[in-house]
């Protein structure tokens, strides 16, 4: 009896040791042993530097290659000295020729010019802040355009210094500082405007296609005389109000335009009010 029952207590252990073992958790190893650790990869960050191709600078045989042959060509500097063709201070007065006002007579460049700039705001402030008076012309390039970013105003109270003075527009210029030649015309795409002016006004060789929203494209109002020739004010768009008129002209003294255009506008082309003679 004794043996049976340690028979029965042996087969009992035997039982419960093979419910642990189904139980309990049993690690598993792969045929070829423990798999390797995990390795991070180090990441690296390419930094790719842009490479910019260096701008080649304009030299001056190829600024006045384009000038025609047998053109005899003097660069001048601030003081109206002559700068040789060959030096630097040449090319970058050359290179840089936008609206430049000078004295009636005196060649773009001479004695008595503001320096050249790059849009018609700089200039005014230039012509508002100086001593610069008597009659003037402002040297415009042809390549000039849409250089504005808002609208150009001759405000006689404002340049008292010039006001009572006639002031010529030269759009086309070639550029070239000591000459006045013109080889085409300059655009512009903000409306232009004189007014309390006293002395005769000329525009020359200008295109206006004024998208600013000022209602014309064009507006000039003096007591002297208004010339216009070779130019255009077309595609004026309209304002707030409607209006969008190409030019409007308004003069106690005589009015002359030729070889001009007002085309396309929204509203009237030319507007003309004169106390003078008008001649179309």
Aim: proline share 5%; net charge negative.
């Amino acid at each position: 009896m004794k043996r049976n029952i340690n028979l029965m207590m042996l087969t009992l252990a035997m039982i419960m040791a093979l419910v642990a073992s189904a139980i309990g958790p049993t690690v598993v190893y792969a045929d070829e042993g423990t798999p390797p650790e995990p390795t991070s990869e180090e990441t690296t960050n390419e930094t790719t530097e842009e490479t910019t191709e260096p701008v080649e600078e304009i030299t001056v045989p190829e600024i006045l290659e384009q000038a025609p042959e047998g053109t005899e060509i003097v660069v001048v500097n601030e003081e109206g000295e002559a700068e040789p063709l060959a030096t630097e201070e040449a090319a970058e007065i050359i290179s840089n020729s936008d609206p430049m006002w000078c004295p009636e007579g005196v060649n773009p460049g001479g004695v008595g010019c503001t320096p050249p700039f790059s849009d018609f705001a700089s200039l005014l402030i230039e012509l508002n802040g100086g001593s610069y008076t008597g009659n003037g012309v402002i040297w415009v390039e042809d390549g000039y355009d849409g250089n504005d970013n808002a609208q150009i105003e001759f405000d006689g109270n404002v340049l008292t210094n010039l006001s009572n003075n006639n002031l010529t527009i030269n759009g086309g210029w070639d550029g070239v500082h000591g000459g006045g030649n013109i080889t085409g015309t300059s655009s512009l795409d903000v409306s232009m405007v004189f007014v309390n002016w006293n002395g005769n006004i000329t525009l020359n060789d200008l295109d206006i296609n004024a998208t600013d929203g000022a209602g014309f494209g064009l507006f000039v109002s003096n007591t002297g005389n208004i010339a216009l020739d070779n130019v255009s004010v077309n595609g004026t768009t309209t304002n707030s109000f409607g209006f969008g008129d190409g030019a409007v002209i308004d003069t106690t003294g005589n009015v002359n335009i030729t070889e001009s255009e007002f085309n396309n506008n929204a509203t009237n082309g030319l507007q003309v009010e004169s106390g003078g003679t008008v001649t179309l």
